[in-house]
Structures are given as C-alpha cells and as structure tokens.
C-alpha cells in the first residue's frame, strides 16, 4: 500500500511537539559529555573531496524536487537580507553578509543532512524528512551550536563595520554606484579589502573548524556538543590541506550560487549539503 503523508502543518506540528523533552535531555548532555572517548578520525585525500561531491550530487538528483522545496527558503532569505541592507543604508554591509552567509551555511543544511542519512539507510525520502531533526535526541546541542555560529556571524559583521569605518568610513557612501568606486578605485578601498578578507578568512576558519563534520555526528550519534566539536577540530587538524581545500570548495560554489541573485543557491546549497554528510562518513570512523 502507497506511504501516504497528511497536511504538512500539522505533520510539522506532531513532530516539533516531542521536541522539548529532546532538547532538555540533549542540553544536559552537552555538560556531561565524556571527552575522553571520541570517535576515530580518518585520513582524508584529495580524491574524497571528488567522491564526497560527487555523492553530493548524486543525491540531489535523486531527491532533485525535494531538496529544492527545502532549501527554497534560503535564496529568499538572502533576498530579504539584500533588500534590508539597501533600505537600511548598510550598503557597506552586503558583501560581508553575503559572504558571512557561509558561516551558518552548515546550520542551513542540517535537514539535509537528515535526508541523506535515511537514503543511505535504504529508506524512501520525503523532503518532510528534513525535519525530522527536530526528534533528533541530540536537537538541543544541534541548536547551541547552531547560535554559536549565528554570533560568530554577529561579530563579523561588527568586525567588517569596524573595518569599513577604518578605511573608507565612518561617513555612509551616497549611493551603491558610489561606494564601489570608492572600493575598486582608492587605495583605501583595497586596503578594506585586503583586511575584511583576512579577518573574514579567520572567521571561516574558526566556522570550518567547529562545524565541518559536528552537524552530522550530533544527527548520527548520541553524543554531546563537546564531543562533537572537538572531534570536528580533529578532523581539520588531521587533515588540514584538505580541509581547507574543502573550504574554499565551499566558499567560491556558494560565491558562483550567488551571483544570480542567489538563485543558484538553490541548486548549491543541497548538493554542499548532502556532500558533508558524505565527507562526514568519511572522516569519522
């Protein structure tokens, strides 16, 4: 007999209701979690990177009109925080939150995460699915860190304001036309490039670090934050070349998705996102 699914609101609801029992049990984990037994990482090589990415895509065609249906509302997101920028006079901010959206990218794609963990345990998906996160036992460490990494979105932005007031600012740029200008064509302006992307380099290393394989262990085991942290940290210090190879993957397709108006999100968010969970499989044990 055809698996029939109800309302999605009410589906949505049922589930999201066994939720706060999760996040009281997952959160007292976080405190208790025992260190000294972590998870074997692995050595990774180049040629991961080309499987994980090729894995990646190949569960994004076949869940295409899924995943897109789920991760649909991060495009427009970005939309809403462009057209925010432009009417609150922050034109000086775009490119920094733009470029800070990779920061909370693996937040983004925790629901695809899900997906793929049940395709790859033989089950039907469902783009429902990716919101069966919220019954995750480990939901209440999957959103400490989460907001972890929406501060660290917060205080590079402050960072890239600071920047800007220290080079080009503290005076607003008349118009968009004009403060490109401004960028491209003085010396202050390259010199705010030059340090807004050293600074922003930092901060993706610091994001890359905490979260390139904590998301999908938090979904897949029952581990507490700290386990699952440091553990992501020892997959980039074991494999440092490739991961930051990784991470400029990451950084220049979500660049490519963007330039449509961030249309191409739509597209490059879930294959990153079914691909972590790929390189996820791979790192840890």
């Known amino acids: 007999m055809a698996k029939t699914i109800g309302n999605p609101v009410s589906w949505a609801a049922r589930n999201i209701g066994a939720t706060g029992d999760h996040i009281a049990e997952s959160v007292n984990r976080i405190g208790s ?79 695809l995460y899900e997906i793929s963990r049940k395709r790859e345990m033989g089950k039907e998906t469902h783009w429902l699915d990716a919101f069966g996160v919220f019954r995750s036992p480990s939901f209440g460490a999957i959103l400490a860190l989460g907001f972890y990494l929406v501060m660290l979105l917060l205080i590079w932005l402050m960072a890239a304001q600071s920047i800007f007031a220290h080079t080009i600012g503290p005076d607003l740029p008349t118009s968009f036309g004009a403060f490109l200008g401004e960028v491209f064509t003085t010396s202050a302006g390259w010199t705010m490039i030059l340090f807004g992307n050293a600074v922003g380099f930092l901060f993706a290393l610091i994001a890359l670090a905490i979260s390139v394989v904590s998301f999908p262990l938090l979904l897949d085991r029952p581990v507490g934050l700290p386990v699952a942290v440091v553990t992501s940290v020892r997959v980039l210090r074991q494999n440092p070349g490739v991961i930051l190879a990784w991470g400029f993957i990451v950084a220049a397709l979500l660049i490519i998705g963007a330039i449509p108006m961030l249309l191409g999100l739509i597209v490059v968010i879930p294959v990153l996102g079914h691909a972590t969970w790929h390189l996820y499989r791979r790192a840890v044990a």
């Open 33 to 111: 979690a025992d260190t000294r037994h972590l998870p074997k990482v692995q050595t990774l090589t180049m040629q991961d990177l080309k499987d994980c990415l090729r894995a990646g895509y190949n569960d994004f065609l076949e869940t295409r009109a899924d995943a897109i249906f789920v991760v649909l509302i991060y495009p427009i997101a970005g939309l809403l925080m462009f057209g925010f920028g432009l009417n609150r006079n922050m034109v000086p901010l775009l490119a920094p939150l733009i470029m800070g959206f990779a920061l909370i990218g693996p937040v983004a794609a925790v629901g």
